[in-house]
């Protein structure tokens, strides 16, 4: 199965866009993470190393071959760790023996973060991870861990400027007309600076690394190889958990080793900002800023300056707002483009507040990106379909796809394990409120019992969600990703014209026995068109329909738009199926009555009614009429019966009508309606008079007619 594989597969250009202005990131092959040169540049050497033998670009072997020749240095750093670790460990513990773990919160937060300051970027960005999560952490040790975001201890401005003029080959005040005398922001590997570009006046934002960086991850990164050698030892000597742990951190390791390429950074944003401008998903909201290639390298990033805030310190409503906008935005990269934001902490996050985007949300910092391949964007669409509906063979054959479980695994064993602990997410499963991080807690669990498996490029997409829900957690505690995701995922469905987004549409709006369901159907249309119900039960609830949906003059354009082309030949069958039991009910029900249309007398009442007699029908000569009211309408099976009620109650629903006029449909209901039409009737009246005239509209008549006058024909045969 074809998967993420090498993780990045980005090609590096060196030499400056402004030279090559119809160059397209698309056109280049891709290798892994490696993004500094052109590929037919004589020049390219992915070997490359800095002045000490450290290599530059990420090899996992000669990293450790560069680390195993200064024994000393590991030593040191060593000492250094538990010089900085152990006291704080000490405290810790006291607190927790003496009972006054709470009470010190906050006292050990702030420790804990200087600490991870203390000891470098590799421990900020873990201290990174953990500070996106408000459902996991006390307030307290939130608090502390967001200045890990953006209010990192600064390096002195003297150091960045020799930094730049190493880089640049040039004076910064030759390159910058302005650059402000400290920075304006701090980050785990880089402080920017605000600047004014000499050449063209524009504002910037110059972002500089950090002196020493490289040496002090892949220092870190080799002893922490050291470290999870042993720990996946005992997790499979005492688990059934088959997770790759040493390619996690590889995982890790590398996306870390690359974001110190700040030129990769650029052309990631760069290809980012052409793969959402060729997107018919891409959000108008979100903004990129532009690179300046020509002022930028390994170690010096030039991009186009914003002014904005971060999504943290609005008022709930702003961000609930933005953070619809970002979910968008991370779903085209996800499953559309397959090209995906890896790192949407807080601080890469802002609303802007000045200029032309104002109000929108920006992305910065593209260091750290994968990508996704066709068939995995697929499947993880199938596995949320799956899910919700408690298809448990079909999502073992999406996570078989995905790389979680093994080709033949034993689905006797699996299946109860997942129910028991996929259950209390679904609707009707229990109080259990879905959130990423409990998710993905329980089915660690899960893996004392089952070989489940965690993909190397799965950490980073889950780093990713992890993040832009512990945003989103922040403006509504109530927040359910995935659920306000649906909308999306059916967009995508709808407009995938091929098998696989055909069965996954039944799988969506059929019941196994290979009846529609009509509140699905609704809770569907309804999600095309961007609404979803406000309240969900459960992971994805596929039977919500909003109270405040869409309009009936909506939902029939949107039938008749190309967008649901697949769908029109499933509805097409069931209009067909719905009219047919209707006209049986109605004409069985009005055989049933005739004896009621004789006429009363006075003092003697009704009269009997006489033997109707006996009707010829071509083929068969005369019949009794009720054996030709059995012929062309045969009484409904309970199951019909179930489903027509189902069906009368989504009409009444799309069209407001009262369940009486539907269920006992006199003459004098039907012209009720017509005479005093429901506002959504006369939407449907308007929709009808629009649409009338259009190829789609008279393509789906034509289809109903294929398909009822054969019926007919066969019935009177």
């Given amino acids: 199965m074809t998967n993420l594989g090498d993780f990045q597969r980005l090609t590096d250009v060196s030499r400056d866009f402004s030279e090559e202005p119809d160059f397209n990131l698309r056109d280049v092959k891709s290798v892994s993470y490696v993004s500094r040169r052109r590929l037919d540049d004589a020049d390219f050497d992915v070997e490359e190393v800095d002045s000490d033998g450290l290599p530059l670009v990420y090899n996992e072997e000669r990293i450790s071959q560069f680390w195993r020749q200064r024994p000393g240095e590991l030593a040191a750093r060593w000492t250094r760790f538990g010089g900085i670790a152990a006291p704080w460990l000490i405290k810790l513990a006291n607190a927790a023996i003496r009972g006054n773990l709470e009470a010190q919160q906050g006292q050990l937060a702030r420790e804990a973060v200087d600490n991870l300051q203390r000891l470098g970027p590799t421990f900020v960005k873990l201290g990174q991870i953990l500070s996106i999560r408000p459902d996991v952490l006390p307030p307290a040790v939130m608090k502390e861990l967001a200045r890990l975001q953006d209010n990192l201890a600064t390096f002195p401005s003297s150091e960045a400027r020799q930094v730049i003029e190493q880089e640049l080959g040039r004076p910064v005040d030759e390159v910058f007309a302005e650059f402000s005398a400290e920075p304006v922001a701090a980050a785990s590997l880089a402080q920017v600076f605000r600047a004014r570009l000499r050449a063209t006046g524009e504002l910037v934002a110059v972002k500089v690394q950090r002196p020493g960086a490289l040496s002090t991850i892949s220092k870190d990164l080799y002893v922490m190889r050291r470290g999870i050698g042993v720990y996946e030892r005992l997790v499979k000597r005492f688990t059934a958990q088959t997770t790759d742990y040493q390619q996690l951190l590889s995982t890790f390791a590398e996306g870390l080793y690359t974001e110190m390429d700040f030129r990769n950074e650029a052309l990631n944003g760069i290809r980012m900002q052409q793969l959402l401008d060729e997107s018919e998903f891409a959000s108008a909201d979100i903004v990129i800023p532009r690179p300046f290639m020509e002022y930028s390298t390994r170690r010096v990033l030039t991009m186009e300056w914003v002014t904005g805030v971060k999504l943290t310190t609005l008022q709930p409503e702003e961000i609930r707002v933005l953070v619809k906008a970002g979910q968008e935005s991370f779903l085209t990269q996800l499953l559309d483009i397959g090209f995906f934001h890896g790192d949407p902490h807080p601080g890469n996050l802002l609303k802007v507040t000045e200029g032309p985007n104002a109000g929108k949300l920006a992305l910065l910092d593209f260091g750290l990106v994968a990508e996704v391949p066709p068939a995995d964007r697929e499947a993880m669409i199938s596995a949320t379909i799956h899910l919700a509906n408690r298809d448990w063979d079909g999502l073992i054959d999406d996570f078989v796809a995905l790389g979680f479980l093994p080709f033949g695994?034993?689905?006797?064993?699996?299946?109860?394990?997942?129910?028991?602990?996929?259950?209390?997410?679904?609707?009707?499963?229990?109080?259990?409120?879905?959130?990423?991080?409990?998710?993905?807690?329980?089915?660690?669990?899960?893996?004392?019992?089952?070989?489940?498996?965690?993909?190397?490029?799965?950490?980073?997409?889950?780093?990713?969600?992890?993040?832009?829900?512990?945003?989103?957690?922040?403006?509504?505690?109530?927040?359910?990703?995935?659920?306000?995701?649906?909308?999306?995922?059916?967009?995508?469905?709808?407009?995938?014209?091929?098998?696989?987004?055909?069965?996954?549409?039944?799988?969506?709006?059929?019941?196994?026995?290979?009846?529609?369901?009509?509140?699905?159907?609704?809770?569907?249309?309804?999600?095309?068109?961007?609404?979803?119900?406000?309240?969900?039960?459960?992971?994805?609830?596929?039977?919500?329909?909003?109270?405040?949906?869409?309009?009936?003059?909506?939902?029939?354009?949107?039938?008749?738009?190309?967008?649901a082309r697949d769908l029109r030949p499933m509805l097409v069958r069931e209009v067909v199926n719905g009219l047919d039991l209707f006209a049986r009910a109605r004409t069985r029900r009005a055989y049933a009555s005739l004896p009621t249309l004789a006429p009363r007398l006075p003092f003697v009442g009704s009269l009997p009614t006489p033997p109707l007699p006996p009707m010829f029908v071509p083929g068969r000569g005369l019949m009794k009429v009720e054996d030709v009211v059995q012929l062309l309408a045969p009484a409904l099976s309970q199951q019909e019966e179930i489903y027509l009620q189902s069906l009368t109650e989504v009409v009444e629903s799309l069209l407001g009508l009262d369940k009486a006029a539907l269920s006992e449909p006199s003459l004098a209901s039907m012209f009720a309606v017509l005479l005093n039409p429901s506002a959504q009737v006369q939407e449907l009246q308007q929709a009808l008079r629009t649409l009338s005239g259009s190829r789609a509209s008279a393509q789906v008549l034509e289809d109903i007619t294929e398909q009822v006058v054969p019926e007919v024909v066969y019935a009177s045969s």
Avoid at 446 to 454: G, W
Avoid at 488 to 494: A, E, H, L
Avoid at 508 to 527: C, E, F, H, M, Q
């Fill in 409 to 563: 695994c034993d689905r006797g064993l699996i299946i109860p394990v997942m129910e028991k602990v996929l259950s209390p997410y679904l609707r009707g499963g229990g109080a259990k409120a879905f959130n990423f991080t409990a998710l993905s807690q329980d089915l660690l669990s899960a893996t004392l019992n089952i070989p489940f498996s965690v993909p190397p490029y799965m950490s980073l997409l889950a780093r990713s969600v992890a993040s832009l829900e512990g945003i989103a957690l922040v403006g509504d505690p109530g927040y359910q990703m995935v659920a306000q995701a649906y909308p999306y995922v059916v967009r995508k469905v709808m407009r995938n014209s091929n098998n696989g987004a055909t069965r996954l549409l039944r799988d969506i709006v059929y019941d196994p026995y290979g009846n529609i369901k009509p509140t699905r159907l609704s809770a569907l249309l309804n999600a095309a068109l961007g609404y979803v119900a406000e309240e969900v039960d459960g992971f994805v609830d596929l039977d919500a329909v909003p109270d405040d949906g869409a309009s009936v003059q909506d939902i029939i354009a949107f039938l008749l738009s190309p967008e």
